[in-house]
């Protein structure tokens, strides 16, 4: 037997956004165990797990990813911190937002979306959590109702407000 210091050392993997977004797209937005999704329930939050450990061998490919919610992810235990960093992450609160802003970034690597004062606030919070988000501010933009191109994420109530346009997609 080799000297343990010899042995290769197997890096943890980090999964970056686009592939999130891919896996999550490929998923469908809902946990492939229970079918819980963000959209239906603002409770559900959406977090990629290695279906064969990454401490066990599994593989750091698509492959061996799917989409749990966090309830189905719990016990699991061997992801946990892999998964600690995306917790909170924007991600899953864009999803409760509306899911079409995540389907766009996963369709067409950017979404263009509208928010308002205090949903852009929490926006820029979020993106300092985990490794971050390309975000444009898109100035002198008219946002009317149902602008018809724009991912609104603000609702009736908000529709008085000043809103901010942006463009979002995600790094690397
Ligand atoms: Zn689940």
């Known amino acids: 037997m080799g000297d343990p210091d010899d042995m ?27 079918g819980a999704s963000p ?22 490919e698509d492959g061996n990813y799917r989409t749990l919610c966090r309830r189905c992810n ?24 509306n899911p079409e802003i995540l389907e766009a970034m996963a369709r067409d690597g950017e979404a263009v979306a509208v928010a308002n004062a205090e949903e852009f606030a929490e926006i820029q919070k979020l993106n300092r959590v985990f490794d971050g988000y390309e975000i444009t501010l898109i100035p002198n933009t ?14 009736l109530e908000d529709n008085g407000g000043p809103k901010t346009n942006f463009r979002i997609a995600p790094r690397g």
């Open 8 to 34: 290769p050392v197997r890096k943890r993997p980090t999964i970056t956004p686009k592939t999130r977004l891919r896996i999550f797209g490929r998923d469908n937005f809902k946990c492939t165990v229970c």
């Open 39 to 60: 959209a239906l329930d603002t409770a559900v939050s959406l977090e990629i797990d290695h279906h064969v450990p990454f401490s066990l061998g599994g593989a750091d």
């Open 74 to 97: 719990r016990g699991k235990g061997n992801d946990e911190v892999l998964n600690k960093a995306v917790d909170s992450d924007l991600l899953n609160w864009l999803s409760r937002v």
């Open 142 to 155: 008219i946002i009317g109702f149902h602008a018809g191109y724009n991912l609104g994420i603000y609702t």
